[in-house]
């Protein structure tokens, strides 16, 4: 009788710990099932868009300034007495779905319309390895008489931009992504251009400090542009500042709204970087 009280006390001590152990892998499998955050700070890795969506229910507004090339010197101040500015305003109604306007004063002064998606979310566990984000954008020029050199009738106005955006957090400190993108254009400057073009943006970033991190795409078309035009791209470093993200960096192009960045953009007689093509900017991002 002792024995069999002894055995059953010891089969509830063993079933309870069995029901302990199998809550605690369940819920170190929910945590690390969770998706990852930050694999990139801001909404944009340098000038090209990052996989990341604004949060449910924040409100961002974006300033992004480009200033003129760096070759000018000191008589031009370096750049820095020509300058291009991009304001743009977005919203996350959920967490997955992000929604916003932007203005330029580019050539055109376009404002666009665009919409990033998320589809899919890279999880902790490694259970789903990449995130996916689709990026969809509209563009109308809306001034087309100040220093266009060729008329611009309105249906020749529109433009639009596509973007599959895969992405992976490989840990802390590397993040990396790469971008399949089509161009369409109503207004095409060169013979070479066609109506649609298509081609790929890779970009990366690499944390050195708890709010500090290096950057850097680079967008290449390999269909529907002249030669004439260079692939577009930049370098730069993240700061975080808790309230705001600001992102310094160089590029290759005067090109603020995507549609223009990846087809139009001039670097130089010879190559894609060269003395006379590279212009500092910034973004600065702000959560309300």
């Given amino acids: 009788m002792k024995t069999t009280i002894i055995g059953a006390a010891l089969a509830l001590a063993l079933a309870a710990h069995a029901d302990d152990l199998d809550q605690a892998l369940e819920s170190q499998g929910a945590a690390s099932d969770q998706p990852v955050s930050a694999t990139f700070k801001g909404l944009r890795v340098t000038q090209s868009q990052s996989v990341e969506t604004t949060q449910k229910g924040v409100l961002n507004m974006t300033i992004s300034h480009r200033f003129g090339p760096m070759a000018t010197g000191p008589g031009g101040d370096f750049g820095m007495d020509f300058a291009r500015i991009r304001l743009g305003l977005d919203y996350g109604f959920t967490d997955w779905t992000d929604l916003g306007v932007e203005h330029s004063n580019n050539d055109g002064k376009p404002w666009d319309l665009f919409l990033k998606q ?22 109308v020029m809306t001034d087309v008489g100040s220093g266009l050199p060729y008329s611009v009738p309105f ?16 840990n802390e400190a590397l993040s990396l992504q790469v971008s399949p993108t089509v161009v369409t254009r109503m207004l095409r400057p060169l013979a070479g251009d066609g109506p649609v073009a298509a081609g790929v943006e890779v970009g990366g970033r690499y944390k050195l400090a708890s709010r500090v991190a290096l950057t850097a795409d680079y967008g290449q078309m390999y269909y529907g542009v002249s030669s004439n035009w260079d692939p577009a791209l930049a370098a730069g470093v993240d700061i ?28 130089g007689n010879d190559a894609p970087v060269d003395g006379g093509s590279l212009s500092l900017g910034f973004n600065i991002t702000r959560g309300f």
């Fill in 118 to 139: 998320r589809l899919v979310r890279q999880t902790e566990s490694g259970r789903v390895p990449v995130s996916v984000t689709w990026f969809a954008a509209g563009y």
């Fill in 240 to 267: 975080e500042t808790g309230g705001h993200v600001f992102q310094l960096y160089v590029s290759n192009s005067a090109w603020l709204s995507e549609d223009r960045l990846y087809t139009q953009t001039k670097g």
């Fill in 155 to 170: 249906a020749d106005r529109f433009s639009s931009v596509n973007q599959v955006i895969v992405a992976r957090k490989f």
